[in-house]
């Protein structure tokens, strides 16, 4: 099994390739990575940082790579520089995704209602012709309303499955985290989701208030991890949710600075111990 992760390197705040790269390599399956650009930090919360964008080396990469013969199972694209990357990621799906392999999107682009720096309506414009590529996608709430032109604020248990409906004009099988949800026990962080036969289901978890940079990232890199095991999507996003929702905890407890990302290493092993006891494959 072999996946591909193209992302960024922030090369402090884990997020993006640093926490691809080792969650789904010690998920058991080869990650290779296509880097989009070199950050020195990423871009929430630091100021100062530098970022190179690596779309010059990126034909050659992918040149040498079919000189190879190189085939992938998975693509999961994550952060992207600009439009041009949108389109690079595209032509990558075209020439190695194996005819059988799943194409998952992370439409990285805003958090808490706002954009990132970086992007404006016409990226968001293209991230949704990006989404149409795509077996799967998984954004934020955030994003979810901007792929779908939902007002943010207007976001709640009453539109969620309306813009899971609008998102699956886009991709047969979208998810959108960070739904807030009223439960018996209170206010629950909610994944809304689209499983393989096209049904929309709701996991949720205890929600810890605040804001924890890098929980997407955990979060897709887990579920890709698992989907590459052969976990179905009901097992894939509760394994995926529970690591993510353990990893904010461990982190509000560190009572470390938000930006420098989450502590995912230390619930590592749960996470494992989670995706070896459902792995098909
Ligand atoms: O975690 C998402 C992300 C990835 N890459 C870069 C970012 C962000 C969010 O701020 O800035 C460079």
């Known amino acids: 099994m072999r996946v591909i992760a ?4 922030s090369c402090v705040g884990k997020c993006s390739l640093t926490v691809a790269l080792p969650i789904i390599s010690a998920s058991g399956v080869t990650c290779d990575i296509l880097p989009t650009a070199i950050l020195s930090t990423h871009t ?7 970022f190179r964008d690596l779309s010059e080396d990126i034909p050659a990469i992918l040149a040498h790579w079919k000189s190879l013969g190189l085939k992938y199972d998975i693509i999961i694209s994550g952060y992207l520089g600009s439009i041009d990357q ?4 595209k032509s990558v799906k075209k020439d190695f995704l194996k005819e059988d ?3 998952i999107v992370d439409p990285v682009m805003g958090d808490n209602g706002v954009l990132y720096s970086h992007f404006d309506q016409k990226f968001v414009d293209e991230m949704k012709g990006l989404c149409r590529t795509a077996d799967v996608i998984v954004p934020n709430l955030t994003e979810a309303c901007f792929l779908t032109d939902t007002d943010y604020k207007e976001a709640n248990e009453n539109s969620y499955v309306k813009i899971i409906d609008k998102l699956r004009s886009l991709c047969p099988r979208p998810s959108v985290t960070g ?3 009223q439960t018996k026990k209170g206010v629950e962080s909610c994944v809304f989701y689209t499983t393989e036969d ?16 890098g929980a997407g990232d955990v979060y897709a890199s887990a579920l890709v991890g698992c989907l590459a095991r052969g976990v179905n999507t009901d097992k894939a996003v509760a394994i995926s949710a529970e690591f993510t929702k353990d990893s904010i905890k461990q982190t509000k407890k560190d009572a470390t600075e938000a930006r420098y990302g989450l502590n995912s290493e230390s619930q590592m092993y749960g996470y494992l111990k989670a995706l070896h006891k459902a792995a098909k494959k």
């Open 198 to 213: 096209g049904n929309v289901r709701t996991y949720s978890t205890e929600k810890i208030e605040g804001a924890f940079h």
């Open 6 to 9: 193209i992302n960024d390197i």
């Open 101 to 103: 392999g799943l194409m």
């Open 179 to 181: 739904c807030d949800v």
């Open 44 to 50: 929430g919360g630091f100021q100062g940082y530098t």
């Open 86 to 89: 949108i389109e690079m990621v």
